[in-house]
Protein backbone atom coordinates (compact mmCIF):
# COMPACT_ATOMS: atom_id res chain seq x y z
CA UNK A 1 0.00 0.00 0.00
CA UNK A 2 3.02 2.22 0.62
CA UNK A 3 3.50 2.02 -3.17
CA UNK A 4 0.10 2.12 -4.21
CA UNK A 5 0.19 5.63 -1.98
CA UNK A 6 3.04 6.60 -3.90
CA UNK A 7 2.08 5.84 -6.81
CA UNK A 8 -1.13 8.09 -6.77
CA UNK A 9 0.71 10.94 -5.58
CA UNK A 10 3.33 10.38 -8.85
CA UNK A 11 0.48 10.13 -10.97
CA UNK A 12 1.79 7.14 -11.76
CA UNK A 13 -0.21 4.97 -14.15
CA UNK A 14 -3.58 5.67 -15.69
CA UNK A 15 -5.13 2.27 -13.72
CA UNK A 16 -4.36 0.56 -10.74
CA UNK A 17 -5.66 -2.57 -9.76
CA UNK A 18 -5.30 -3.46 -5.90
CA UNK A 19 -5.56 -7.62 -5.67
CA UNK A 20 -5.32 -9.33 -2.18
CA UNK A 21 -6.21 -12.43 -0.60
CA UNK A 22 -7.97 -10.23 2.17
CA UNK A 23 -10.68 -9.17 -0.24
CA UNK A 24 -12.79 -6.59 2.04
CA UNK A 25 -9.00 -5.23 3.03
CA UNK A 26 -8.35 -4.71 -0.86
CA UNK A 27 -11.92 -2.77 -1.27
CA UNK A 28 -10.76 -0.10 2.16
CA UNK A 29 -7.74 0.67 0.63
CA UNK A 30 -8.79 1.64 -3.00
CA UNK A 31 -11.95 3.73 -1.68
CA UNK A 32 -9.33 5.27 1.07
CA UNK A 33 -6.64 5.91 -2.13
CA UNK A 34 -10.03 7.05 -4.12
CA UNK A 35 -11.17 9.69 -1.57
CA UNK A 36 -7.76 11.21 -1.59
CA UNK A 37 -7.43 11.31 -5.73
CA UNK A 38 -9.21 15.22 -5.64
CA UNK A 39 -6.38 16.66 -3.66
CA UNK A 40 -4.28 15.15 -5.77
CA UNK A 41 -2.97 15.77 -9.78
CA UNK A 42 -3.75 12.14 -10.11
CA UNK A 43 -6.49 11.33 -12.89
CA UNK A 44 -5.58 7.31 -11.80
CA UNK A 45 -8.60 4.94 -12.07
CA UNK A 46 -8.08 2.72 -8.75
CA UNK A 47 -10.00 0.09 -7.87
CA UNK A 48 -9.71 -4.51 -5.63
CA UNK A 49 -9.60 -6.56 -8.40
CA UNK A 50 -9.05 -10.58 -9.56
CA UNK A 51 -5.94 -11.68 -10.97
CA UNK A 52 -8.08 -11.93 -14.31
CA UNK A 53 -7.36 -8.31 -13.93
CA UNK A 54 -4.10 -8.60 -14.80
CA UNK A 55 -4.53 -9.45 -18.46
CA UNK A 56 -3.78 -6.15 -19.93
CA UNK A 57 -1.81 -5.23 -17.15
CA UNK A 58 1.74 -3.43 -18.42
CA UNK A 59 3.42 -4.37 -15.06
CA UNK A 60 2.54 -6.63 -12.12
CA UNK A 61 3.85 -6.21 -9.13
CA UNK A 62 4.12 -8.51 -5.93
CA UNK A 63 4.19 -7.52 -2.52
CA UNK A 64 2.33 -10.44 -1.12
CA UNK A 65 4.09 -12.61 1.31
CA UNK A 66 4.81 -13.22 4.97
CA UNK A 67 5.96 -10.26 7.41
CA UNK A 68 9.79 -10.82 7.98
CA UNK A 69 10.51 -10.99 12.14
CA UNK A 70 12.91 -9.12 14.17
CA UNK A 71 16.39 -11.26 13.78
CA UNK A 72 14.89 -12.81 10.83
CA UNK A 73 17.13 -13.23 8.13
CA UNK A 74 15.60 -12.52 4.53
CA UNK A 75 16.77 -15.98 3.32
CA UNK A 76 14.68 -17.52 6.01
CA UNK A 77 11.52 -16.31 4.43
CA UNK A 78 12.44 -18.22 1.45
CA UNK A 79 10.22 -21.65 2.28
CA UNK A 80 7.09 -19.28 3.35
CA UNK A 81 6.87 -17.00 0.52
CA UNK A 82 7.83 -19.49 -2.13
CA UNK A 83 4.35 -21.01 -1.42
CA UNK A 84 2.54 -17.57 -1.44
CA UNK A 85 3.73 -17.27 -4.81
CA UNK A 86 2.83 -20.40 -6.36
CA UNK A 87 -0.64 -19.22 -5.63
CA UNK A 88 -0.13 -15.99 -7.53
CA UNK A 89 2.04 -16.35 -10.51
CA UNK A 90 -0.35 -19.50 -11.57
CA UNK A 91 -3.61 -17.41 -11.79
CA UNK A 92 -1.71 -14.17 -13.16
CA UNK A 93 -0.81 -16.65 -16.09
CA UNK A 94 -4.39 -17.42 -16.58
CA UNK A 95 -5.51 -14.13 -16.90
CA UNK A 96 -3.12 -14.02 -19.32
CA UNK A 97 -0.86 -11.58 -18.78
CA UNK A 98 2.26 -11.01 -21.06
CA UNK A 99 3.93 -7.90 -19.13
CA UNK A 100 6.49 -7.15 -16.85
CA UNK A 101 6.33 -9.26 -13.15
CA UNK A 102 7.93 -6.39 -10.72
CA UNK A 103 9.24 -8.59 -7.18
CA UNK A 104 9.44 -6.82 -4.05
CA UNK A 105 8.84 -9.68 -2.09
CA UNK A 106 11.96 -10.73 0.60
CA UNK A 107 14.50 -12.63 0.10
CA UNK A 108 13.59 -10.54 -3.50
CA UNK A 109 16.83 -11.86 -5.57
CA UNK A 110 15.42 -15.25 -4.58
CA UNK A 111 11.73 -14.58 -4.77
CA UNK A 112 12.84 -13.04 -8.39
CA UNK A 113 14.00 -16.25 -9.54
CA UNK A 114 11.06 -18.12 -8.57
CA UNK A 115 8.42 -16.04 -10.34
CA UNK A 116 10.95 -16.26 -13.23
CA UNK A 117 10.58 -20.67 -13.02
CA UNK A 118 7.20 -20.76 -12.26
CA UNK A 119 6.06 -18.18 -15.04
CA UNK A 120 8.40 -19.32 -17.98
CA UNK A 121 9.10 -15.46 -19.00
CA UNK A 122 11.88 -13.94 -20.50
CA UNK A 123 14.62 -13.05 -17.94
CA UNK A 124 14.56 -9.26 -18.91
CA UNK A 125 10.57 -9.33 -17.78
CA UNK A 126 10.94 -10.62 -14.40
CA UNK A 127 12.45 -7.67 -12.42
CA UNK A 128 13.54 -8.08 -8.69
CA UNK A 129 13.47 -4.55 -6.59
CA UNK A 130 17.31 -5.66 -5.64
CA UNK A 131 19.10 -3.40 -3.91
CA UNK A 132 17.70 -0.35 -5.22
CA UNK A 133 16.38 0.70 -1.56
CA UNK A 134 20.07 0.04 -0.76
CA UNK A 135 21.26 2.08 -2.88
CA UNK A 136 18.82 4.78 -1.90
CA UNK A 137 20.03 4.64 1.78
CA UNK A 138 24.05 4.57 0.61
CA UNK A 139 23.54 7.49 -1.15
CA UNK A 140 21.86 9.42 1.51
CA UNK A 141 24.21 8.66 3.77
CA UNK A 142 27.11 9.46 1.75
CA UNK A 143 25.86 12.84 0.77
CA UNK A 144 25.24 14.07 4.60
CA UNK A 145 28.70 12.62 5.29
CA UNK A 146 30.38 14.33 2.39
CA UNK A 147 28.19 17.66 3.25
CA UNK A 148 26.93 16.88 -1.02
CA UNK A 149 23.10 16.50 -2.65
CA UNK A 150 22.94 12.98 -2.42
CA UNK A 151 21.67 13.05 -6.19
CA UNK A 152 25.16 14.27 -7.15
CA UNK A 153 26.49 10.45 -5.39
CA UNK A 154 27.31 7.99 -7.72
CA UNK A 155 27.50 5.03 -5.50
CA UNK A 156 25.69 1.25 -5.31
CA UNK A 157 25.10 -1.33 -3.14
CA UNK A 158 25.82 -5.06 -5.52
CA UNK A 159 24.83 -8.52 -4.65
CA UNK A 160 22.21 -9.82 -2.61
CA UNK A 161 19.59 -7.97 -0.99
CA UNK A 162 20.71 -9.07 2.52
CA UNK A 163 23.59 -9.66 4.46
CA UNK A 164 26.08 -10.08 1.96
CA UNK A 165 25.28 -7.05 -0.30
CA UNK A 166 28.64 -4.28 -0.13
CA UNK A 167 29.64 -1.59 -1.39
CA UNK A 168 32.24 -1.67 -4.45
CA UNK A 169 34.10 1.72 -3.14
CA UNK A 170 36.38 1.47 -5.97
CA UNK A 171 33.03 2.82 -8.46
CA UNK A 172 31.91 5.00 -6.02
CA UNK A 173 32.27 8.64 -7.30
CA UNK A 174 31.37 12.22 -5.93
CA UNK A 175 30.00 14.22 -9.24
CA UNK A 176 32.99 13.30 -11.44
CA UNK A 177 35.70 12.51 -8.68
CA UNK A 178 36.05 8.71 -7.20
CA UNK A 179 35.56 8.60 -3.67
CA UNK A 180 38.92 7.16 -3.16
CA UNK A 181 40.91 10.75 -4.26
CA UNK A 182 38.31 12.20 -1.66
CA UNK A 183 39.95 10.27 1.22
CA UNK A 184 43.57 10.84 -0.05
CA UNK A 185 42.73 14.64 -1.35
CA UNK A 186 41.23 15.06 2.69
CA UNK A 187 42.38 12.10 5.13
CA UNK A 188 42.05 14.41 8.49
CA UNK A 189 38.37 15.30 7.27
CA UNK A 190 37.33 11.42 5.65
CA UNK A 191 38.21 8.39 6.19
CA UNK A 192 37.48 4.49 4.69
CA UNK A 193 37.12 3.42 8.15
CA UNK A 194 34.04 5.62 7.89
CA UNK A 195 32.66 4.79 5.02
CA UNK A 196 32.91 1.44 5.97
CA UNK A 197 30.58 2.00 9.09
CA UNK A 198 28.38 3.84 6.85
CA UNK A 199 27.80 0.61 4.58
CA UNK A 200 26.83 -1.45 7.96
CA UNK A 201 24.72 0.77 8.66
CA UNK A 202 22.95 0.65 4.95
CA UNK A 203 23.26 -3.22 5.37
CA UNK A 204 21.43 -3.23 9.01
CA UNK A 205 18.90 -0.23 8.10
CA UNK A 206 16.38 -2.68 7.52
CA UNK A 207 16.00 -4.87 10.68
CA UNK A 208 16.31 -1.62 13.25
CA UNK A 209 13.72 -0.17 11.18
CA UNK A 210 11.96 -3.78 11.64
CA UNK A 211 12.86 -3.75 15.45
CA UNK A 212 11.60 0.02 15.65
CA UNK A 213 8.37 -0.37 14.12
CA UNK A 214 7.55 -3.29 12.48
CA UNK A 215 8.06 -3.24 8.67
CA UNK A 216 10.01 -0.97 5.97
CA UNK A 217 7.03 0.86 3.91
CA UNK A 218 7.62 4.00 2.66
CA UNK A 219 11.33 3.73 1.49
CA UNK A 220 10.50 0.28 -0.69
CA UNK A 221 7.39 1.96 -1.73
CA UNK A 222 8.91 5.01 -3.52
CA UNK A 223 11.68 2.06 -4.18
CA UNK A 224 8.96 0.39 -6.24
CA UNK A 225 7.31 3.83 -7.56
CA UNK A 226 10.92 4.63 -9.26
CA UNK A 227 10.95 1.66 -11.18
CA UNK A 228 8.00 1.43 -12.09
CA UNK A 229 8.28 4.88 -14.00
CA UNK A 230 11.65 3.84 -15.63
CA UNK A 231 9.43 1.06 -17.34
CA UNK A 232 6.03 2.52 -18.09
CA UNK A 233 8.10 5.98 -19.54
CA UNK A 234 10.60 3.68 -21.52
CA UNK A 235 13.91 6.03 -19.17
CA UNK A 236 16.28 3.54 -19.82
CA UNK A 237 17.34 4.58 -16.45
CA UNK A 238 20.25 2.87 -14.12
CA UNK A 239 18.98 1.14 -11.28
CA UNK A 240 20.17 -1.53 -9.12
CA UNK A 241 17.42 -4.03 -9.38
CA UNK A 242 17.96 -8.03 -9.02
CA UNK A 243 17.98 -9.61 -12.42
CA UNK A 244 19.45 -12.51 -13.76
CA UNK A 245 23.27 -12.53 -14.71
CA UNK A 246 24.41 -13.56 -18.08
CA UNK A 247 28.31 -14.38 -17.57
CA UNK A 248 28.27 -11.00 -16.04
CA UNK A 249 31.10 -11.49 -12.80
CA UNK A 250 31.05 -15.00 -13.80
CA UNK A 251 27.99 -15.93 -12.98
CA UNK A 252 25.41 -17.63 -15.30
CA UNK A 253 21.37 -18.17 -14.19
CA UNK A 254 21.57 -16.45 -10.57
CA UNK A 255 19.73 -13.39 -9.41
CA UNK A 256 21.41 -10.52 -7.94
CA UNK A 257 21.70 -6.63 -7.31
CA UNK A 258 23.52 -4.88 -10.66
CA UNK A 259 23.23 -1.75 -12.12
CA UNK A 260 21.23 -1.92 -15.05
CA UNK A 261 19.69 -0.18 -17.99
CA UNK A 262 15.65 -0.05 -17.04
CA UNK A 263 13.09 0.45 -20.09
CA UNK A 264 9.88 -0.59 -21.22
CA UNK A 265 11.59 -3.71 -22.12
CA UNK A 266 12.08 -4.52 -18.16
CA UNK A 267 15.65 -4.95 -18.08
CA UNK A 268 17.49 -3.86 -21.20
CA UNK A 269 21.21 -4.79 -20.32
CA UNK A 270 23.02 -5.30 -17.09
CA UNK A 271 25.91 -2.87 -17.01
CA UNK A 272 29.00 -5.05 -15.46
CA UNK A 273 30.95 -2.79 -13.26
CA UNK A 274 34.63 -3.02 -13.19
CA UNK A 275 35.35 -4.46 -9.97
CA UNK A 276 38.66 -4.52 -7.70
CA UNK A 277 39.88 -8.52 -7.11
CA UNK A 278 38.52 -8.32 -3.70
CA UNK A 279 35.23 -7.16 -4.71
CA UNK A 280 34.80 -9.40 -7.43
CA UNK A 281 35.25 -12.05 -4.75
CA UNK A 282 32.40 -10.78 -2.91
CA UNK A 283 30.21 -10.91 -5.64
CA UNK A 284 30.90 -13.96 -6.32
CA UNK A 285 30.41 -15.51 -2.51
CA UNK A 286 27.09 -13.23 -2.68
CA UNK A 287 26.10 -14.88 -5.55
CA UNK A 288 27.11 -18.49 -4.48
CA UNK A 289 24.96 -18.44 -1.53
CA UNK A 290 21.87 -16.82 -3.41
CA UNK A 291 22.16 -19.59 -6.19
CA UNK A 292 22.61 -22.74 -3.55
CA UNK A 293 19.79 -21.29 -1.40
CA UNK A 294 17.48 -21.78 -4.48
CA UNK A 295 18.73 -24.48 -5.70
CA UNK A 296 17.88 -25.84 -2.15
CA UNK A 297 14.51 -25.49 -2.88
CA UNK A 298 12.17 -27.87 -4.25
CA UNK A 299 10.03 -25.73 -7.12
CA UNK A 300 6.93 -27.06 -8.13
Not at 7 to 23: G, T
Not at 31 to 52: K, P, V
Not at 53 to 64: K, T
Not at 218 to 247: F, P
Amino acid sequence: MSFAYSALNQNLCDELVIVDIDKKRAMGEAMDLNHGLSFSHSAMRIYEGEYSDCGDADIVVICAGVNQKPGESRLELLERNAKVFESIVGPVLKSGFEGIFLVATNPVDIMARVTLELSHFPPEKVIGSGTTLDTARLRYLLGRYFSLDSRNVHAYVIGEHGDSEFVPWSQALLATKPVEDVLKTDPEKFSLEELHKISEEVRSAAQKIISAKGATYYGIGMAISRIVRAILRDEQSVLTVSSQLNGEYGQRGVYAGSPCIVSHKGIDRTIELSLTREELIKMQNSCKLLDSTFLSLKMP
